[in-house]
C-alpha cells in the first residue's frame, strides 16, 4: 500500500457512501437499511472508543454482578436520542440490565455496550426486535418507534480476552420482519439465508469493520482522526483452500471422528501437501476476519460434552457463515449448509465449520463418509 499517496486520497469512500451507493441500486429501497447500518455504525464506533479507554478509565472487571436469567421487558427508552446515553459516566455506572448466560461472569465492557447498540437500534425507528446475547428474552420495540427490521446482535463477542488486549468484536444480523403489525418472536427464528445483512466490527490494533448487505463483502477500516470508517479491503474473496485450520484443540478427546480426522489430515497430510498451521485467538472475530482474509478454516464443532457446539446460531453462526458464502467460502454445521438451519429457540447453539471453500468441501466429505 502506498501510505504516502494514501495520506493525500480526497477521494474516500465512507462506510455510509457506500451503502448509499448499494441502496442506489435497488429503485425500491426507500433508505431503512442505511439509516440503521448507521445506527449501527455509531455502536460500533462507541464501543471502539470503550475498548480503546478501558484500561485507563478502569471500565475492565467485573461489573460486580452475575448475570441472571431474568425477563426483559419491552424496552421503553427515556429518551430516543442516542446522544442522551453517550459519554455520561453516571450512565455508565446506572447500567444494570438483567442479564443472562447460565451465570457466566458480566464484565462492565459487556454491559455497557450492550446498553449502547439497544439504544442505537431503537433509536433508529427501522427496528422491531432485538435479539442480544447479553439479553435472555427478545426485546420487542414499543410500538410508536417501530420499523421493519430485526437485528440479532453479540455487542461484544470473545469479552473473555478483554483484560489481556486480545481483538474483540460486535456481531450482528439483520433480517426483514415478515409482519410489522403482528411482530413474534418467529421473526427471529428464521434461516440464516434470509438475512439481509450480516457482519462485525472487530476491535483490535485496527477497528475493522467488515459488511454485507447479500452484495458481497466489503471491508472497513475506522479513521480515527476522521471518526469514519473507511473502504479498505473492497470485494473481499476468501481464498479457496487455505493454509491455516482455527479450532479449540483442548477439546479435542470428546471430538467426533470427522473432526477428529480432519484435523489430523490438516497436521499429517497423506497427499504430499504441508501441513496447515494452527492459530486460534479464542475470540470468534479475531479467527473469523484472519480465515476471511488469509484463507483456511474456522471451526468449533460438536463433541461428547456439548453435542450442539458451543457457538450462538442467531448472533454467531449466521451472520458469519453469510459472510464466508458471499466471499466464495463455505459454512457447514456437520449435518447441513448453516445458512439453511431453522432455529427453534432464540440462543440455540450449533457446531459450525466455515472457510475455505474446499476446506469445508473436505469436512462435509468426512462427515458424508461417516454417514454411509
Ligand atoms: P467469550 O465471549 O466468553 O470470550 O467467548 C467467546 C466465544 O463465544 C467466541 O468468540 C470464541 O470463538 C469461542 O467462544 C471460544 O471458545 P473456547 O474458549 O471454548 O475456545
Redesign the pocket.
Known amino acids: 500500500m502506498d501510505h504516502e499517496a494514501d495520506a493525500y486520497r480526497t477521494d474516500l469512500m465512507t462506510i455510509t457512501r457506500h451503502v448509499l451507493n448499494e441502496q442506489s441500486r435497488n429503485p425500491e429501497a426507500r433508505g431503512d437499511l442505511t439509516i440503521l447500518l448507521s445506527h449501527i455504525v455509531l455502536g460500533c464506533k462507541f464501543v471502539a472508543s470503550a475498548v480503546n479507554k478501558a484500561g485507563l478509565a478502569k471500565l475492565i472487571g467485573l461489573a460486580g454482578e452475575t448475570n441472571v436469567q431474568a425477563s426483559a421487558p419491552a424496552y421503553q427508552p427515556s429518551s430516543p436520542r442516542l446522544t442522551s446515553v453517550i459519554f455520561l459516566p453516571c450512565e455508565i455506572e446506572m447500567v444494570k440490565h438483567s442479564l443472562c448466560d447460565q451465570g457466566?461472569e458480566q464484565k462492565k465492557l459487556d454491559v455497557l455496550s450492550n446498553e449502547v447498540f439497544v439504544k442505537a437500534l431503537v433509536s433508529s425507528g427501522r427496528t422491531c426486535v432485538l435479539v442480544s446475547e447479553e439479553d435472555e428474552e427478545a426485546t420487542f420495540v414499543e410500538p410508536a418507534l417501530r420499523g421493519k427490521y430485526c437485528v440479532c446482535f453479540d455487542p461484544l463477542?470473545?469479552?473473555?480476552?478483554i483484560d489481556c488486549g486480545v481483538s474483540i468484536g460486535t456481531i450482528f444480523g439483520i433480517y426483514m420482519i415478515k409482519d410489522k403489525e403482528n411482530v413474534t418472536l418467529e421473526d427471529v427464528l428464521q434461516p440464516g439465508k434470509n438475512m439481509v445483512a450480516a457482519g462485525y466490527c472487530m476491535y483490535g490494533s485496527s477497528c475493522t469493520l467488515v459488511l454485507s448487505t447479500g452484495n458481497g463483502v466489503n471491508g472497513f477500516t475506522l479513521d480515527p482522526s476522521l471518526g469514519e470508517f473507511i473502504l479498505t479491503h473492497p470485494d473481499i474473496k476468501i481464498p479457496k483452500k487455505g493454509k491455516i485450520y482455527s479450532v479449540?484443540e483442548g477439546n479435542a478427546k470428546n471430538w467426533d471422528e470427522p473432526t477428529a480426522k480432519f484435523v489430523e489430515k490438516c497436521k499429517f497430510p497423506k497427499d504430499g501437501s504441508s501441513p496447515k498451521s494452527l492459530r486460534y485467538i479464542?475470540?470468534?472475530?479475531a479467527?473469523v476476519h484472519r480465515t476471511l482474509l488469509y484463507g483456511g478454516v474456522f471451526l468449533?464443532p460438536a463433541d461428547k460434552k456439548s453435542p450442539n457446539g458451543?457457538?450462538r446460531v442467531l448472533y454467531?453462526v449466521f451472520p458469519m457463515s453469510f459472510l464466508m458464502e458471499q466471499a466464495g467460502g463455505q459454512s457447514f454445521t456437520g449435518k447441513q449448509r448453516a445458512l439453511d438451519l431453522v432455529p427453534t429457540k432464540i440462543h440455540e447453539r450449533s457446531p459450525i465449520f466455515l472457510g475455505s471453500y474446499e476446506d469445508v468441501e473436505e469436512i462435509k466429505g468426512l462427515y458424508a463418509e461417516q454417514a454411509k
Open positions: 457466566e463477542d470473545g469479552s473473555s480476552n479449540n479464542g475470540s470468534m472475530v479467527d468449533y458451543k457457538l454467531e
